[in-house]
């Protein structure tokens, strides 16, 4: 299993734009799909976005294609977020999560923190 660690959120207006982080732990990192989730007060936690191990392959929500990129760099085991032109009703905590099973499939049951993004009208 692989550590995380999310960061990056704040607050932002809408339209605005945040980099999301997250550093992952281990030598198995790179082998890994990975995506970000959130969750928004009074939803369930949902996917965001998803990247294939290599990078190679991406996935998103439809809420959120055309406004957020999810990119990594193996080398130095972080997965990014570009989210822009954010919406008020995307305030929540987002998380990254391991893929073991690789794109479209469950993330591990085991949540970090979690990096708060708060987006005022």
């Known amino acids: 299993q692989v550590h995380l660690v999310e960061s990056g959120g704040g607050l932002v207006q809408a339209g605005g734009s945040l980099r999301l982080s997250c550093e992952g732990s281990?030598?198995?990192?790179?082998?890994?799909?990975m995506g970000w989730f959130r969750r928004v007060p009074g939803k369930e936690r949902e996917s965001v976005a998803a990247?294939?191990?290599?990078?190679?392959?991406?996935d998103y929500a439809d809420s959120v294609k055309g406004r957020f990129t999810i990119s990594r760099d193996n080398n130095k085991n972080m997965v990014y977020l570009q989210m822009n032109n954010l919406k008020p009703e995307e305030t929540g905590v987002y998380y990254c999560?391991?893929?073991?099973?690789?794109?479209?499939?469950?993330?591990?049951?085991?949540w970090g923190q979690g990096t708060q993004v708060t987006v005022s009208s």
């Open positions: 999560n391991a893929l073991p099973s690789g794109l479209g499939f469950p993330p591990y049951d085991y």
């Open positions: 281990g030598r198995t990192f790179s082998t890994y799909a």
């Open positions: 990247i294939s191990w290599s990078g190679g392959s991406t």
